[in-house]
């Protein structure tokens, strides 16, 4: 299952070679913001402002040890908010859902084994993805990889995936993310859509996912991605990514 080599190949909802890998590009010219992206801006501000955690707080910060320098006291955090066991075609796994105070999402962790203080955890961070994981859409290979993600990691018998609301469409939104499909019908790709609507190619951010991954206790993973986006976030919140676990899915005409 592992391929240690990076790749250039994207890992969420390209299509028309529009990967995640693709450096950001700046839009031909200026572009007068629909109301789609007036709202995602809107939206995005609130998710970047960070949440200050008090003294007496039983709220769960993501570091346990203050931020790097530059970010001040001032962390991202996460709430535990139910627990409960998940039977699933694939086998039986330990449902977790937070709380991203910052983001104000919910995000789910399913978990199987026993991944606390467990190095070379096998983990997936899953994008939201309504029209490719529900609907099996064929712009997007989103389904075939949660569905590959959690056969992997039935067949280890442990691993982790969380599954990260609020990344719709890279993070611009189900109706943005409409728009950009127009948009490609008419011959953009995923990136050039984004821009094409005055939205960044990828306004997904992994902060919450690796306080997560920190609350769940885990030391190191085997990531599935091919997203260097996320790699950087874990360890740069000091989960190392030891090895990456390539999720390899034909590619199709759409």
Do not use: W
Not at 54 to 61: L, N, Q
Not at 80 to 94: D, E, I, K, Q, S
Not at 152 to 178: D, P
Request: with cysteine; proline share 6%; charged share 25%.
């Amino acid at each position: 299952l592992a391929d240690r080599a990076p790749t250039d190949a994207a890992d969420e909802c390209s299509i028309g070679g529009g990967g995640g890998d693709r450096p950001n590009r700046p839009p031909a010219g200026p572009r007068r913001a629909n109301s789609g992206t007036l709202a995602f801006c809107a939206r995005h501000r609130r998710r970047r402002t960070f949440c200050r955690i008090p003294p007496d707080s039983k709220v769960m910060p993501t570091h346990s040890e203050p931020l790097p320098e530059g970010d001040g006291s001032e962390q991202r955090c996460v709430t535990l908010a139910a627990t409960a066991t998940l039977p699933t075609r694939y086998g039986t796994f330990t449902s977790y859902a937070f709380h991203a105070v910052a983001e104000n999402a919910e995000h789910l962790a399913l978990v199987m084994g026993d991944v606390a203080n467990r190095q070379s955890v096998l983990t997936r961070l899953h994008s939201e993805c309504l029209t490719g994981d529900v609907l099996g859409s064929y712009r997007c290979d989103c389904g075939e990889q949660l569905d590959l993600a959690l056969r992997y990691i039935a067949a280890e018998g442990h691993g982790v995936l969380l599954y990260l609301r609020g990344h719709e469409g890279r993070g611009i939104g189900l109706s943005n993310k409409i728009r950009a499909y127009a948009l490609q019908e008419q011959g953009l790709d995923t990136v050039e859509a984004n821009l094409e609507l005055g939205l960044p190619d990828d306004a997904r951010e992994y902060d919450s996912a690796a306080a997560i991954l920190r609350m769940l206790k885990v030391t190191s993973v085997r990531l599935m991605s091919n997203n260097p986006k996320k790699f950087d976030t874990l360890a740069k919140h000091g989960i190392p990514v030891c090895e990456r676990v390539a999720l390899a899915i034909p590619a199709r005409d759409e």
